[in-house]
């Protein structure tokens, strides 16, 4: 199975300035036909997982451009440029690549100092 | 609207049965590959099952094999998850998940498996 291990697990920022959780897998995520499935979900206090980032780097229709998804082979970052309120939360990485199973990362995370 | 609505937790004694159905509304679930995801109090995601679209093709997790089944059947636009000889450690609310172009998860059913 791939394990997909995040760093920080905690992860407290100020407002308005950026943020980068990192997401590392057991083994690379290219797939035979060449695409990676690595995705990013955002799941706020009470409520369920949205997902923010997919295949790496493509954001999803109404996720604010301050979440950028990006990296290869094993390594994987999601960014914020400049964190809000709203984001508070805890943000998980899937891999999707080598199925089953789907592996989540631990979760990291995100408060307001 | 579009949304996703799981039903049928609760309490069970170790050793019971429960069946998750999971029902979307405004799209239609066939056309996405469909998981059951459960978190336990105050734990991460951990992926459970999936289903494809016509229901041909089904995967466990390897701690639910042997004792869940997930079954769809697309006239209700409907996804089941039977589980059996249910375990305290299977405690967890229980999310079920649309993925594809698009993605679709429920509220969430909390199962709780206790004496």
């Known amino acids: 199975d791939v394990v997909m291990t995040q760093s920080p697990l905690s992860l407290p920022v100020t407002l308005g300035q950026p943020a980068s959780i990192s997401c590392r897998s057991s083994?690379?995520?290219?797939?035979?036909?060449?695409?990676?499935?690595v995705n990013w979900y955002q799941q706020r206090p009470g409520q369920s997982p949205r997902r923010l980032i997919y295949?790496?780097?493509d954001r999803d229709s109404g996720v604010p451009d301050r979440f950028s998804g990006s990296g290869s082979g094993t390594d994987f970052t999601l960014k914020i440029s400049r964190v809000e309120a709203e984001d508070v939360g805890i943000y998980y990485c899937?891999?999707?690549?080598?199925?089953?199973?789907?592996?989540f990362g631990q979760g990291t995370r995100v408060e307001l100092k | 609207e579009v949304q996703v609505v799981e039903s049928g937790g609760g309490l069970v004694q170790p050793g019971g049965s429960l069946r998750l159905s999971c029902t979307a509304s405004?799209?239609?679930?066939?056309?996405?590959?469909t998981h059951w995801v459960r978190q336990a109090p105050g734990e991460g995601l951990v992926w459970v099952s999936h289903?494809?679209?016509?229901?041909?093709?089904?995967t466990y997790a390897d701690s639910v094999k042997g004792r869940f089944t997930i079954s769809r059947d697309n006239s209700k636009n409907t996804v089941y998850l039977q589980m059996n000889s249910l375990r305290a450690e299977d405690t967890a609310v229980y999310y079920c998940?649309?993925?594809?172009?698009?993605?679709?998860w429920g509220q969430g059913i909390l199962v709780t498996v206790s004496s």
């Open positions: 295949k790496v780097s």
């Open positions: 899937l891999q999707g690549s080598h199925w089953p199973p789907w592996t």
């Open positions: 083994q690379s995520l290219v797939h035979s036909n060449g695409d990676t499935y």
């Open positions: 289903i494809n679209g016509d229901g041909s093709s089904a």
């Open positions: 998940a649309a993925w594809g172009e698009d993605d679709y």
């Open positions: 405004g799209f239609t679930l066939s056309r996405y590959w």
